[in-house]
């Protein structure tokens, strides 16, 4: 399995806008995927923060719409996006990896998840 886009390419628009957040360091990172893996340098990121509340993790990003950093996708009003999250499990011997299906996000327009002011 690879760690980046085949055929990555920023300039030509093949790659994916990488957020994280880290429990243990409980800090975000920004960054992107295309012909190779890097956590940083995005501008989008205002605030990644999670809290454990009883058995649940509760995790919350915060983005500039415009992003503005190599690598972030700029988002707009009336737009769907593709979307997806995965979730590690650091803790085990391997690095055991939940990756969820495909979502749609909407800029004050109806998907799977909309957002909106």
């Known amino acids: 399995k690879t760690k980046y886009v085949k055929d990555g390419n920023v300039a030509g628009g093949k790659f994916y806008d990488l957020l994280q957040w880290t429990s243990k360091a409980n800090k975000g990172r920004d960054g992107y995927i295309a012909d190779k893996r890097v956590m940083e340098g995005g501008k989008g990121l205002v605030e990644a923060k999670g809290e454990k509340k009883g058995d649940e993790w509760v ?8 992003g503005g950093g190599e690598g972030d996708i700029a988002m ?6 593709n979307f997806g999250f ?3 499990d650091d803790h085990t011997h391997g690095r055991f990896h939940h990756v969820s299906l495909g979502y749609t996000l909407g800029i ?3 998907a799977d998840i909309t957002a909106g002011k």
Do not use: E, P
């Open 76 to 81: 707009a009003s009336g737009k769907t996006y």
């Open 59 to 66: 995790v919350t990003f915060t983005r500039k719409l415009a």
């Open 86 to 88: 995965a979730i590690h």
């Open 108 to 110: 004050d327009t109806k």
